[in-house]
């Protein structure tokens, strides 16, 4: 008498539990990456009052060497206002040789997904690429201490 095959083999369950590891040791780094480059994509979100601010005052005629130089409250933003979120601690803007930045601090705690790295920031530089008028642009900078792969685009 003939019997039919019910279920799967062993070796058929091993390869499928194989397949299941090679795609997961992919994915989990990737998720990772990912979800640490969310959380750092809030420093975008908070710093945009202080990114328009900066360019109604340029708008208005001020020099771009001297916007790093305004208070919040010559900016309208409020003097002591502080702009932080779950993942960032605060937001600052300065000027370094007349290049004005503006940077997003982030919170020190092992949530992010950074380590607990004191004064990790995202620094965006301002630029004028069409001379003494025209509009900001903003850059990302070179000397944020966030890795490169998490920083948000322009």
Do not use: C, H
Not at 1 to 14: A, D, S
Not at 15 to 31: D, K, N, R, S, T
Not at 35 to 44: C, L
Not at 131 to 138: A, D, V
């Amino acid at each position: 008498m003939k019997t039919l095959q019910k279920g799967f083999t062993l070796i058929e369950l091993m390869i499928v539990v194989a397949i299941i590891g090679i795609l997961a040791a992919i994915a989990v780094p990737a998720y990772q990456d990912y979800t640490i480059k969310s959380k750092v994509s809030e420093t975008g979100s908070l710093m945009a009052a202080t990114k328009t601010a900066l360019d109604v005052a340029n708008s208005e005629g001020i020099q771009l060497a001297d916007l790093g130089n305004m208070t919040q409250d010559q900016l309208g933003l409020g003097a002591g206002t502080t702009y932080k979120g779950k993942y960032v601690s605060y937001v600052t803007f300065g000027e370094t040789s007349d290049a004005p930045w503006v940077r997003a601090y982030l919170k020190n705690d092992t949530t992010l997904g950074l380590g607990t790295a004191n004064n990790t920031f995202v620094q965006w530089d301002i630029t004028k690429p069409g001379g003494s008028s025209g509009n900001l642009r903003w850059d990302v900078s070179a000397s944020s201490t966030t890795p490169a792969k998490y920083r948000p685009k322009n």
